[in-house]
């Protein structure tokens, strides 16, 4: 069976200082990996996606996040965040053999100006 | 506009009856998901369903009963089995054959009353 753990349940920065969010998975076999955002009352959006290829991922808005295979890792980082990146951000997995996602416990980011 | 939509928004219930969630798609992905969202335990998955006529039990499944008769909709129920409903729902789809993410709908709110 497929886990995630995400590492911090809550990460408090101050605006433009640099922002990683730690996520480590569980699996027996070759997996998909995600990062959602979710804003308070709202669905969540997908921010980036590792299919396979490069192991380092980025999004439009400065979000990046590395594969690490012998490490079991998706770690998400922002050099420079902004008040406007506080929300929960949520890191899935999902085999790529299977259709089930599986989500983490969730990091609140809250940027403090 | 292709999407996923829940309804209703906010829902209320007493306690004993059973209710029914609404959750349509129109972009044609053969998978969707059930989630439920408490604070601090992420996203746990309820059920999953990979193509018409068939659905699986994910991590908490007990208290809730499913059907896809339609491959656009995914209906959940929360029965009276449910011992503690009161939580936020989210429903999504996704495209399993191309590996593309899940695509979320803006959740229910249920509460007990």
């Known amino acids: 069976a497929q886990s995630v753990t995400q590492l911090d349940s809550q990460v408090p920065v101050f605006e433009e200082a640099p922002v990683e969010l730690r996520c480590n998975y569980s699996s027996s076999v070759s997996v998909y990996l995600f990062w959602y955002v979710q804003y308070p009352n709202q669905g969540l959006q997908l921010l980036l996606k590792?299919?396979?290829?490069?192991?380092l991922v980025e999004s439009i808005n400065g979000f990046e996040a590395e594969f690490n295979k012998s490490q079991t890792s998706f770690h998400l980082r922002k050099p420079s965040v902004h008040i406007s990146d506080t929300a929960e951000y949520f890191c899935?997995?999902?085999?790529?053999?299977?259709?089930?996602?599986?989500f983490g416990e969730g990091t609140q980011l809250t940027v403090n100006p | 506009d292709g999407g996923i939509t829940q309804s209703p928004k906010y829902l209320f219930r007493k306690e004993g009856q059973n209710v029914t969630l609404s959750c349509e798609q129109n972009?044609?992905?053969?998978?969707m998901y059930w989630y439920r969202q408490d604070p601090g335990q992420g996203l746990r998955l309820i059920y999953y369903?990979?193509?018409?006529?068939?659905?699986q039990k994910g991590d908490i499944a007990e208290g809730y009963s499913v059907s896809r008769e339609k491959k656009e909709s995914f209906p959940l129920t929360v029965t009276s089995a449910q011992k503690n409903p009161t939580a936020f729902y989210l429903c999504a789809s996704s495209d399993i054959p191309s590996g593309t993410e899940a695509f979320f709908g803006q959740g229910t709110r249920l509460t007990v009353v």
């Open positions: 369903s990979q193509i018409v006529n068939d659905f």
């Open positions: 590792y299919l396979s290829g490069s192991t």
């Open positions: 899935a997995v999902r085999e790529t053999s299977g259709s089930r996602l599986t």
């Open positions: 972009l044609n992905h053969d998978a």
